[in-house]
């Protein structure tokens, strides 16, 4: 059993910048591949970046692709996403995930654990 709790959303103005961190339960951390994914009112959850056990692969989804950055410290059982140079249309509900899978799978499904999410809202 893993339980990821995510933090560091909140209110940002256009063109500003945040990071979510996503804290995993367990020893089991380093075995799971893990990802972000949003959903806004009214659409349904997309992926956005995903990054490999070893932290070597990652991989990004073209709407965040050189704005946004997914990283990992196995030593602290943490997930990132840096966000930078926000628009108004990444306002959304942030969720953090583990996968047994391997990351480029993360993008189809094969989701075990979700966390609760963390909103993220981008003022103009």
């Known amino acids: 059993q893993v339980q990821l709790v995510e933090s560091g959303g909140g209110l940002v103005q256009s063109g500003g910048s945040l990071r979510l961190s996503c804290a995993a339960s367990g020893r089991t951390f380093g075995s799971y591949s893990m990802g972000w994914f949003r959903q806004a009112p009214g659409k349904e959850r997309e992926f956005l970046a995903a990054?490999?056990?070893?932290?070597?692969?990652?991989y990004h989804a073209d709407s965040v692709k050189g704005r946004f950055t997914i990283s990992r410290d196995n030593a602290k059982n943490t997930v990132y996403l840096q966000m930078n140079s926000l628009k108004v249309e990444d306002t959304a509900v942030y969720y953090c995930?583990?996968?047994?899978?391997?990351?480029?799978?993360?993008?189809?499904?094969?989701?075990?654990?979700w966390g609760q999410g963390t909103q993220v809202t981008v003022s103009s």
């Open positions: 990054i490999s056990r070893s932290t070597s692969i990652t």
């Open positions: 995930a583990a996968a047994q899978t391997t990351a480029l799978n993360m993008k189809s499904g094969g989701i075990n654990y």
